[in-house]
C-alpha cells in the first residue's frame, strides 16, 4: 500500500480515527482532475451498458458466498433495514464488484459525514464526467454535481431564494393548501395520503416558490415521477434500461423548454413574489446570472425539493400512526413536533442513500478503494449507527439526538431544508389541531427505486375531532 493513501479506521467503537499522509490540491470539476481517467465517448459507453451485466457480489469484508445486497433488488426495496444493519456489523464497507465501474458503500456516521465534508478528495461530480451513463438528459448542468469554486458561485444564487425572510412569505400557502387537503381527507372514507395530501402540498408549494400556474400540477407529477425512478439508479442497475432512460431524455427536454419560456413570461411580467424572479434581478459581486443559470437552477429545485418533501410529510403521518404512544405523547405536547418531524427524517430519510466519486486513493477500515471509483454513502445506515444514535431503531421524541445526515452535510447540504421543515411543520400542526386517529389501510406502494425512501400511494383514514 502506498504512503499516498487515506485511512480511515474506527479501533475504538467512538473514536474516529483518520490518518491523513497526502492531498490532493482542490480543483473546480472532474475534468482534467488528478486520479480519474479520460471519459469515453457516449456511444461507446451506452454499448458496454447495453451489453453489460452487473454482478453484485463479492465483499472484501463479508464471508466470501454471501452476496452484496443489490438496491434496486425487490426484498431491498421493500425493506433496506436488515441490509443497513448488516453494513454497519461487517466493518461499514461493502464492496459492489460490476462489470462497469465498482462501488463501494459506506455505512457508518462518520465515515459519511466525513465523505460529505471532504469535498476535495471526494467529489460531487460524476466519476469520468460520464454523464451519459447517469442519465440526466439535459438537467447535467446543476450545481449538486459541481464541487467548489464553481459550485459556490450557483449555490450563492440559489441561497437568495431560500433566506428565511423569503420562506416565511410563502407560509400562508402552505397553511391554506394544508386545510384544504385535510378538510378533503377528513371528509373521505378512505384517502391516498401521497396523492390526495403529501404531494397537494409540495407541489402547489413548489409552484408557488417558482410563481408556476398551479395547473399545471399533473405535468409536474409526472416529471418528477419518471425522474424519481432515474435517481442514481446506473449505479445499480443489471443492464441499461431503456425505458428509464427515454423518459429522462423526454422529461429534461421538456422540463428545460418550458423554463425556457417561463423565464421570457417572468422577464414581461415583472414580480418578486417568486424565487425565479427575485433570482433574475439578483447580483453577486456586481454580476447577473444568465438565462442558462437561471433555468437550470429551477429544474434542480423542482426535482430536488419535490418528492422529498413529499415523503418527509408522508413519513411523518405514518410515524404517527406506526407509533401510536409517541403520537399521544406528541399530541400532549405541542412543542415536540421539530423532535418528531427531525425523528421522521432520522429514521426514514427521503435520500436513503447519496455518491461521491473517488479522487485520491483511500483506504476505509482495511478496504481500499482506488481513484476513480465510486462510494455510495447510505445515510438512512448512518443515521441508525449505534456508535452515534442511542436505540438507533426507535421513533424516540424524548432523546434528544445528535444531528441526522437526511440533508447530507458540508458544501451541499440541502439547501431546501429550512422549507421542507416549514412544509413538514404546517403538515404537523395541521394534523395535531385536526386529526385524533390515523389508520393505515394498505401496505405503502414503494417506488422501485431503492435509492430513496419514496412512497408512491398509501391508503389511510383519519377520525377527526
Ligand atoms: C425532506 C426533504 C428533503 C430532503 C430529505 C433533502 C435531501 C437532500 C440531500 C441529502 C442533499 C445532498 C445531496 C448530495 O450532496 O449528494 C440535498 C441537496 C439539495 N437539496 Fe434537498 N432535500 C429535501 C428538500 C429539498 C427542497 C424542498 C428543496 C428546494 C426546493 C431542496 C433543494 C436542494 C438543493 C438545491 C440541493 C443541492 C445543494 C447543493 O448542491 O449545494 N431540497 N437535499
Redesign the pocket.
Known sequence: MSDNIRKYSHKNPNLFELRLTSCLDGYSNTKGKPGLPEPSSPSSRRDRRALSTIMTHDVNTLPKHEPAFNAFSEAFISDPLPFMHKGLRHQGVLKHETTLDPIYSLFRYEDVKHV?LDWETFS?APINTDLDALNLGRATE?????DPPR?NR??AL?QQG?FPKVIERFLPRAQRIANERFDYALEADRFDLVNDVSAQL?IG??TG?LGLPSEDWPVIRDWTNVMQRNTMASFWLTEWDHERSEGVERVTGEMADYFHDHLQFLKKHPTDDNILSILMTTELDGERFTDEEIES?AM???L???E??T??ITNFVRCMARYPTQFDLLKRDHSLRNAAIEET?RLE???RM???SVCQDVEFHGVSIPAGNSVA?W?MAANRDPDVFDNPDQFDLTNKRPRH????A????????P???M??DVAAHTLLQRVQHIELLSPPQMSDNGNLNNILSLEARFEGY
Open positions: 460529505l460531487s446543476n450545481f449538486i454535481l459541481m459550485h450557483l449555490r440559489a431560500f409540495t408549494m413548489i416558490i437552477t434542480l429545485l423542482l430536488a425539493g419535490n422529498t418533501t415523503n418527509l427524517l430519510p427521503s435520500l447519496t455518491v461521491r454513502l445515510l445526515l437526511s440533508f447530507a458540508g458544501p451541499h447540504f440541502c439547501l431546501g431544508a422549507l421542507a421543515r412544509e413538514a
